[in-house]
Structures are given as C-alpha cells and as structure tokens.
T-cell receptor, first 113, second 109 residues
Framework: NAGVMQNPRHLVRRRGQEARLRCSPMKGHSHVYWYRQLPEEGLKFMVYLQKENIIDESGMPKERFSAEFPKEGPSILRIQQVVRGDSAAYFC???????????FGQGTRLTVV | QQQVKQSPQSLIVQKGGISIINCAYENTAFDYFPWYQQFPGKGPALLIAIRPDVSEKKEGRFTISFNKSAKQFSLHIMDSQPGDSATYFCSGGGSRLTFGEGTQLTVNP
C-alpha cells in the first residue's frame, strides 16, 4: 500500500506565477488535509477536504489560495500570483475517516524567487 | 480554543537517558492525540497516539501519559538513542489536527 504521494517534491516559481501542488492519498483514504510549514516552525492547518467537498478551510488565506479534491484524481492545492512569503513546505495528509490516524506525504517545498 | 502548547522548544539528552516532552491543550472537544516525529527534509511520521479515555499508552520505548482533567499530555522516550534525534510534534484532533510548535530533540552519543 503506497503512502501519501505528493508532487512535485520541489517547485520553484517566480513572483506572480501560479503554483499547483498535487496530493494522492493512501488507497482507501477519502479525507485529505493540507498543512504549511515554515522553516523551524510547526505545521499550520490550511484546509480539510473530503471527496468533492471542502469541509474546513478556516486556515486557508482568503485570496490566491484554493484547494480541491475531485471525485477522480489527486487533491490539488493552487496558489495564484505567488509571493516570496508563500515559500514554505506544504504537506498533505490523508486518513480513512475523521478522528483517526492521518498519514503525511513527504511534502512539496515551494520556493518563490 | 484551538491551541496546543508544547514545551520545551529544544531538548538535549544523553544516550540512554529519558526524553520528556509536554503538551497542553485548550479545546475540550479534542478526542484524539497523536504524536509525530519529523526528520529534516521529510514529512511527519505518526509515532504513537492516545484517546482521552486512557491515561497511558506504551509502545516500545515510547509512552504517552494523558491527564484529561488538566488537559495535558506528555511523551516519554526511554533509553533515548542518537537515532531518535528529530523534531517531535504533539497534536490534538477533532475533525482535523492542531499541532504544537515542535520540540527539537538531540540525543548525544
């Protein structure tokens, strides 16, 4: 059973470009969570999705950020018009249901130049 | 009400010693408390977890102690090894996890 797969592992974008981060959850997992981690800091919740639905987006910036988890295919975190402050590691986690073990991917390290 | 406070921020222990990391939470709706271990450049890995109906859980050298009335829980690493050197995150969950700020553990040989 493959783990949570995130790609790309590293992404470099110029200011103003769009960044698309992908996350394929573990097989059988329908709950996906996105977290952001700045260097030497903790994990900050961004958004919680279940297939085709956003359950909780209270940690997501109101502008430029969006997330989806379609019926088919990976979950996508999209950042439009990136700025230097968006540089961080973005982690995706999945679980088979709420309130139980969540397993993390290896993250996408976004660098905005 | 969503905060999880973790201490210490960093910890240095000699090989064979006991590492202790403490966490406190505010949200009484939390009903799941996992700990994660993260090595540099890697994603967090689930280490051990506890639910509030249990006061202690042990898996190998790792033990979680849970005090529901005080809203506190802690991770004990017995016989700490250099390979345990990593950042440890406590978390509390309901529909999603809220993480502490992390503890950077260094185990000296």
């Amino acid at each position: 059973n493959a783990g949570v797969m995130q790609n790309p592992r590293h992404l470099v974008r110029r200011r103003g470009q769009e960044a698309r981060l992908r996350c394929s959850p573990m097989k059988g997992h329908s709950h996906v969570y996105w977290y952001r981690q700045l260097p030497e800091e903790g994990l900050k919740f961004m958004v919680y999705l279940q297939k085709e639905n956003i359950i909780d987006e209270s940690g997501m910036p109101k502008e430029r950020f969006s997330a989806e988890f379609p019926k088919e295919g990976p979950s996508i975190l999209r950042i439009q018009q990136v700025v230097r402050g968006d540089s961080a590691a973005y982690f995706c986690a999945s679980s088979p249901r709420r309130d139980t073990e969540a397993f993390f991917g290896q993250g996408t390290r976004l660098t905005v130049v | 009400q969503q905060q999880v406070k973790q201490s210490p921020q960093s910890l240095i222990v000699q090989k064979g010693g006991i590492s202790i990391i403490n966490c406190a939470y505010e949200n009484t709706a939390f009903d799941y408390f996992p700990w994660y271990q993260q090595f540099p450049g890697k994603g967090p890995a689930l280490l051990i977890a506890i639910r509030p109906d249990v006061s202690e859980k042990k898996e190998g050298r790792f033990t979680i102690s849970f005090n529901k009335s005080a809203k506190q829980f802690s991770l004990h690493i017995m016989d700490s090894q250099p390979g345990d050197s990593a950042t440890y995150f406590c978390s509390g969950g309901g529909s999603r996890l809220t993480f502490g700020e992390g503890t950077q553990l260094t185990v000296n040989p």
